[in-house]
């Protein structure tokens, strides 16, 4: 048998997280192997696409990639509106002050041209330190020697030692669950979103939003819209395409038997949409991924051993009010990592690496960011069904429609408070009753007809580009009782009720005289979300390396 | 460790590129030339072999001047060095003996001489499987083939070799021989690249060839009888001792069901299939 390999640093996908890592690692002299298991960077990364350097962080990607702005990136956004629907009234709250609060920059981007990009840079800066970027391999799980961490072991390659191993490798990270950090168990953790990349005209970006060279927007859409469902939705300006999803509570999706796409199409289908969209609407790509709440999951201590935890993978997604920020939170929390192993090694201590991570999460203000204070304190208080039923009793009533009223403009500013945006409580009083009330008081109703027809669930899924491990499904589903796992009939984005061509469906059984309704699995519509390991009961993995889902647009 | 690979082309029998006349004979002009699909599994092989011993892969083929494209394509795929073209209007039509003589006699004209030589399992176009154990025993090496899966031992000079065998059921036949050798690669064959270093370098190669593949008349040698030292008499036509007598047209295979033809308009028709099929309805 011939020796095991063994590396100083593996670096466990490819997204922003593991790429900063990776290139701090590299930089530093730190022989460092990147495993991503996409058949190209990007292919398996979504985000809804904003990415933003803070002037507080102590590092933003164009600290470590110089060129990323030119390259990598679409427009940056430099107006940012809220609007508070009900109905066809629309009240549209400029929020660009918050937006611009502690922001260096603000850049929309698309994941699969990003990340492929950023790749490139990774392997150059990994290879001259006797490792490299790989493609296509999934690593599977951790190398253990006596109970302790020692590496990573992988479908497609022979077990791995290393000193350190970072794991970017998401929100479904099975590193993360491997070392019993994360768990997929509760939907209150979690938001779902959904998105389509729409393709547009030539020269229609910079007309229909009446932008120049170097302008670009933002707009975030809340009110009665999403049929009471807690969330919201948005839209970003690229260089000649539009990001334009919805981000939901997973337990509200799955208490409302919403269906995640018809959400989408709510909003798609809006008359406010009308001034951006026409019935010339072509949709690019259609995707979904699970988002980590940060204020109930980012670990406090996302390290294990040898193993350190960024971005997605350790929960380190802020999602509070309309500040939605996970990329450069995965991208300073990869830097410093990185950092850590560093300054361990140079005391010769590396197993310190894990503590000192932690300690510069904190002390950084990282941690402060994703799991607030204020928020903690608020949340005892506000997030209780009776406060809650009493806040918009009293928000719905007379009393509160003449508060919003009299406040009027100045809701504008307390929207645009970054101090009260860290508080926003988690119910359906600020995602759906206060912007329902506001468009009622202080909107005027929108009287352009929407011309756009989305496509259907089965156009969807027929336009993304799949290779299937066909006899290797990666989701085993282990109760198939409607009560167990009925859930995702709805709630997995592919899925839908009286619809054959996706991942979940109810079926009747007839065995030995017995009728049984059951849920069934056909994984190959697949786009490895990971809503259905929380809301089913299933056995869930990534698929093998290269196989799966492969997104263009990201 | 030295290898080469040896490869031919052919004509692309693929649908919508291969071209029949009237009767049935291939139209050499009208069919684009390319690389022998078998010969595909020997340079994955060489490859392996070079991406986990290092060293050299050379290319070696025997044809008219234009199979440099052929050659090129090669050199994309197994990221080869160096490009060998032997090619003469005296080694024309030649059978596998004489080819297997010339080829033979260019493996002993290459300095440093070869450790590995990989041939695909036949070719497309003359489906004899001669030339590579042909030219294995005009060279003088052993020989092994049917080969899926491979390991060399470059320090005790030795390669250890998984062969397919078959028979009434299918065997796995492993081997050990010492070098240089000869490698026949099966169609099953199976790269296998384990270890996160070998994928790495995998990388480089790919990336050194691509500015290589794009100036690959650089990197090739074309030999003729000459170069070789070789009688015209031997090689060739003229050095072949086969005769074709006549060449038929390959029969088509018979159907393995029968089928009637029924007009769907025809109640008489339809009403006979109905007969035919309800008794299978029934479960009998």
Redesign the interface.
């Known amino acids: 048998m011939t020796e095991r390999e063994r590396y100083e640093a593996v670096v466990v996908g490819a997204g922003p997280g593991g790429a900063a890592a990776a290139a701090a690692l590299a930089r530093n002299g730190v022989e460092t192997l990147v495993l991503e298991r996409g058949v190209e960077t990007g292919s398996k990364n979504v985000s809804g696409g904003l990415l933003y350097a803070e002037a507080s962080a102590p590092y933003a990607i164009d600290d470590l990639f110089p060129e990323f702005r030119e390259a990598a990136a679409e427009r940056p956004v430099t107006d940012y509106y809220l609007h508070n629907l009900a109905g066809d009234r629309v009240k549209t709250f400029d929020i660009t002050d918050l937006h611009e609060h502690d922001t260096e920059w603000s850049d929309a981007v698309l994941r699969r041209k990003m990340d492929s990009w950023l790749a490139e840079r990774v392997h150059e800066l990994t290879r001259e330190t006797g490792g490299g970027l790989l493609t296509g391999v999934r690593v599977n799980g951790l190398l253990r020697e006596d109970g302790e961490i020692v590496g990573v072991t992988c479908d497609e390659l022979d077990p791995i030692e290393a000193d350190f191993v970072v794991a970017a490798d998401g929100v479904n990270s099975e590193l993360a669950r491997d070392a019993g950090l994360m768990d997929w168990e509760e939907p209150e953790e979690w938001f779902q979103g959904v998105k389509a990349v729409v393709d547009m005209p030539e020269g229609a970006v910079d007309d229909r939003f009446d932008l120049d060279d170097g302008e670009g927007e933002a707009h975030l859409f809340s009110g009665d819209l999403f049929e009471g469902v807690r969330g919201g939705g948005f839209l970003y300006t690229n260089e000649d395409t539009l990001s334009i999803g919805t981000v939901f509570h997973l337990d509200s999706l799955v208490a409302e038997e919403a269906e995640p796409h018809e959400l989408l199409d709510a909003l798609l289908t809006h008359p406010l949409l009308a001034r951006w969209l026409d019935d010339g609407y072509e949709e690019l790509e259609y995707a979904a991924k699970l988002v980590p709440d940060s204020k109930k999951v980012a670990h406090p201590s996302p390290h294990r051993g040898r193993l350190a935890l960024v971005g997605d993978a350790a929960g380190q997604m802020q999602a509070q009010g309309p500040i939605i920020k996970g990329m450069n939170h995965a991208v300073t929390a990869g830097a410093l990592a990185a950092e850590a192993f560093v300054e361990a090694r140079s005391r010769s201590d590396p197993d310190a690496a894990g503590a000192l991570y932690e300690r510069k999460l904190r002390e950084e203000g990282v941690m402060e960011k994703l799991r607030p204070r204020r928020y903690r304190a608020v949340r005892t208080l506000a997030e209780h069904d009776p406060v809650t039923d009493v806040l918009d009793a009293v928000l719905d009533s007379p009393v509160g429609r003449f508060g919003v009223r009299a406040l009027g403009d100045d809701l504008e500013r307390l929207y645009g408070s970054p101090f009260l945006s860290m508080m926003v409580p988690d119910t359906r009083t600020p995602y759906v009753t206060l912007p329902t009330v506001i468009a009622e008081e202080l909107g005027d109703p929108v009287e352009t007809k929407n011309g756009v027809t989305p496509p259907d669930l089965a156009d969807r899924i027929g336009s993304l580009t799949y290779d299937v491990d066909v006899g290797n499904p990666h989701i085993e589903l282990v109760d198939d009782a409607v009560g167990a796992s009925g859930d995702a009939v709805t709630a997995c984005p592919v899925s839908a009720r009286d619809f054959g061509g996706g991942c979940y469906r109810e079926e009747t059984v007839r065995t030995n005289g017995e009728e049984r309704r059951v849920v069934s699995l056909d994984t190959q519509p697949c786009v490895e979300c990971g809503t259905c390991a929380v809301v089913a009961d299933t056995d869930w993995e990534h698929p093998r390396g290269g196989k799966g889902v492969e997104f263009r647009q990201g | 460790m030295n290898t080469v690979v040896l490869t031919k082309g052919v004509p692309d029998f693929r649908e919508g590129q291969v071209s029949f006349d009237e009767d049935g004979h291939l139209e050499r002009g009208e069919t684009p030339t390319v690389m022998n699909p078998n010969d595909e599994h020997a340079l994955e092989a060489a490859l392996q072999t070079k991406v986990r011993r290092g060293g050299t892969v050379s290319v070696m083929s025997m044809g008219p001047p234009g199979y440099g494209d052929v050659l090129r394509e090669a050199m994309e795929s197994v990221y080869a060095d160096d490009l060998y073209l032997l090619s003469d209007r005296e080694m024309a039509a030649a059978d596998t003996w004489a080819t297997a003589i010339t080829i033979a006699t260019a493996l002993g004209k290459m300095e440093p001489s070869p450790d590995l030589v990989f041939a695909g399992f036949k070719t497309a176009d003359g489906e004899t499987g001669h030339t590579g154990p042909q030219t294995c025993w005009a060279y003088g090496m052993p020989i092994v083939t049917h080969v899926v899966s491979m390991e060399v031992d470059p320090d005790a000079e030795r390669l250890r070799a998984k062969r397919l065998v078959e028979g009434d059921i299918e065997e796995i036949e492993t081997v050990e021989t010492t070098l240089p050798a000869f490698v026949v690669a099966d169609p099953e064959f199976e790269p296998s690249y384990?270890?996160?270093?070998h994928?790495?370098r995998h990388?480089?190669l790919r990336e050194e060839t691509r500015e290589r593949a794009g100036e690959h008349e650089e990197h090739l040698t074309v030999w003729d009888h000459a170069d070789l030292n070789l009688d015209p008499d031997y090689i060739g036509l003229d050095g072949s001792p086969t005769v074709v007598s006549s060449v038929d047209p390959i029969p088509k295979a018979p159907a393995e069901r029968d089928a009637t033809m029924v007009d769907p308009e025809s109640d008489e028709e339809m009403a006979a299939v109905v007969d035919e099929m309800a008794p299978l309805a029934g479960g009998e």
């Open positions: 384990r270890r996160a270093e994928r790495l990388k480089d």
